[in-house]
């Protein structure tokens, strides 16, 4: 599979939870891969980002609270949440992207649920 995000759920605010995306190693290698989220009645956006060289980089509503990594070795990319917060219910994704935009197929997902 292109893009398969994983380790979604329901929580409580302040609680923690970590996601995981595994991609193919075409889509994977040399780019720069990225989480997205899409609340409901909302437009899919960007949260962060990591390189290659794991240089991360987080839009202001989650730095501080979300942790990017990568595994070169095993083509994944992971994202440690804490203090979760409702509006951060949503459906994640992952992809690669580049200055243009992502660029890979989107996959299916993994819902969080935040609960106030």
């Known amino acids: 599979v292109q893009l398969q995000a994983s380790g979604g759920g329901l929580v409580q605010a302040g609680e923690s939870l970590t996601l995981s995306c595994a991609a193919s190693r075409d889509i994977f290698s040399g780019n720069s891969m990225g989480w997205y989220r899409q609340s409901p009645g909302k437009q899919r956006e960007f949260l962060g980002g990591?390189?290659?060289?794991?240089?991360?980089y987080y839009v202001n509503g989650v730095k501080g609270r979300f942790t990017l990594s990568r595994d070169n070795d095993k083509n994944t990319i992971s994202l440690q949440m804490n203090s979760l917060k409702p509006e951060d219910t949503g459906v994640y994704y992952c992809?690669?992207?580049?200055?243009?935009?992502?660029?890979?197929?989107w996959g299916q997902g993994t819902l969080v649920t935040v609960s106030s």
């Open positions: 990591i390189s290659t060289y794991g240089i991360a």
């Open positions: 992809n690669a992207y580049k200055a243009s935009g992502p660029f890979g197929s």
